[in-house]
């Protein structure tokens, strides 16, 4: 922890004056197996054919060895551990758990994390599952398809009754919406489709399969436990608040958000969402569907500007952000639009119980010196950030956690490993793990509950 912390910059905690999250508030990390671990003891899955072709992923990297997680799992953990970190939110890898087959149940991925659950205990670090963080083993088809559904709740009633006993909080699906829109539909994702109605049915068989799960894991765990799912939620403009864009904005909004939230909260398929999914669903669906979840994990990183595109699918377009916008390597920095989704989410679901289970920034890091990478910029944005969700929760949001994505630089899906988010930089070559002063900040807010200042000079 020496290493991390700096003396220099104490913590702006200005007698009182800077607000203090909830005192149950969970201070998290997050990542994904498909982003960290090699593909070593696991069966084959979509990513591995995404980024074995070709061209798919930006950097001609691909997911071999990503970070290398499953050997350097204990440098990370240790780190993290230093800093107060009060939980990690990884993923379970279903090709390791099931790698050729539905009865192919591999008793080596259940042992690996069972090590790594007890690892994170031992430590101090409550485990956050997330059952299916995209990454589908190949026999188990895709989302077009109806029968991963009971595929995917099967799996997860195999991770729940070996893991259960020691785990008592669970994430079913990490972002669907991106899974639906730009797998299927925007081809930059596995499995790299391009048809609207490939994203359509991906968008219900991906509900029916988070609704099954939750009712398989609610038969398998101990009603103590508390289950929920994570969504990318963004608040969506018109480019330029141009009337013009208005109406495709409108339907970014139905097909990016509300698709996935309504139904889970009961409230069905917004149209004209519903009319678009109606050939795939059956008679009994939606009952399942609407799980109620114990919790709801937003995963935030800035607003969906949009522009209507007569030739585009959806006849619409990705519209420019506001030229104001601070950008990263990756997205542009808008916090207050944290705060506007955080609020409408309690606003319009029964005040849930909500986690922002992602957010983080890629940047272009300078490389360690002296034990440590300088990433200023980033604890500026993530100051930022979290005195948005600090505002939320001012307004009477039941902000529960955040977590930072990610914990350790990885591997950044079709962008490849040029996007760096991690607060424990990670050598290319290597593999070896240095902590930025990122981690520090973070750990200064985790000890005060607090959003603090970013440090200045
Ligand atoms: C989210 C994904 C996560 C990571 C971040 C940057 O959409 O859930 O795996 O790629 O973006």
């Known amino acids: 922890m020496t290493a991390i912390h700096d003396p220099s910059h104490p913590p702006a905690i200005d007698g009182g004056a800077t607000a203090r999250f909830s005192p149950d508030f969970v201070w998290g990390v997050a990542a994904s197996a498909a982003q960290t671990e090699s593909r070593r003891g696991r069966g084959p899955s979509n990513w591995d054919a995404f980024c074995d072709a070709r061209g798919a992923v930006l950097d001609g990297s691909t997911n071999a060895l990503c970070t290398g997680f499953e050997e350097h799992y204990p440098a990370d953990l240790a780190l993290l551990a230093g800093a107060g970190v009060q939980a990690f939110r990884f993923s379970i890898a279903w090709p390791r758990i099931q790698p050729s087959a539905a009865d192919s149940v591999s008793a080596a991925g259940l042992d690996y994390y069972d090590r790594l659950v007890d690892s994170m205990l031992a430590k101090g670090i409550t485990p956050w599952p997330t059952l299916f963080h995209w990454d589908v083993p190949t026999w188990a088809g895709d989302f077009r398809d109806r029968d991963i559904c009971q595929r995917l709740a099967d799996y997860a009633a195999i991770v729940a009754e070996r893991l259960g006993d020691r785990i008592s909080q669970w994430i079913v699906l990490n972002e669907p919406n991106s899974v639906a829109l730009r797998g299927y539909a925007a081809q930059i994702h596995a499995p790299a489709l391009n048809s609207a109605d490939a994203a359509y049915a991906a968008i219900h068989h991906q509900n029916l399969a988070q609704g099954l799960a939750f009712q398989a894991l609610r038969a398998t765990l101990p009603g103590t436990h508390r289950i929920g799912t994570t ?147 980033r604890i500026a944005h993530l100051a930022s950030y979290l005195k948005a969700a600090q505002a939320a929760h001012a307004q009477g949001v039941r902000l529960k956690g955040l977590f930072y994505w990610s914990a350790t630089d990885n591997w950044e899906w079709g962008q490849g490993f040029a996007k760096r988010f991690g607060l424990i930089h990670v050598d290319r070559t290597s593999l070896a793990r240095t902590p930025k002063r990122s981690l520090g900040y973070f750990a200064r807010c985790i000890e005060h509950n607090a959003a603090l200042d970013a440090p200045t000079g």
């Open 231 to 377: 969504v990318n939620l963004q608040p969506v403009r018109a480019e330029g608040g141009h009337a013009e864009n208005q109406a495709a904005a409108q339907r970014v909004d139905m097909l990016w958000n509300r698709a996935f939230v309504d139904p889970l909260y009961g409230k069905g398929y917004p149209q004209p969402v519903a009319e678009l999914v109606a050939p795939f669903v059956v008679d009994g669906d939606m009952p399942v569907i609407a799980a109620q979840p114990d919790f709801l994990g937003m995963n935030y990183y800035s607003r969906i500007y949009i522009k209507q595109a007569a030739n585009h699918m959806f006849g619409l377009a990705q519209g420019q952000p506001p030229h104001d916008a601070p950008a990263t390597d990756y997205f542009h920095v808008e916090p207050d639009g944290l705060t506007e989704m955080l609020v409408r989410l309690h606003h319009d679901y029964g005040a849930p119980e909500l986690y922002v289970t992602e957010t983080g920034f890629a940047m272009p890091d300078p490389p360690p010196r002296d034990g440590v990478v300088d990433d200023a910029g």
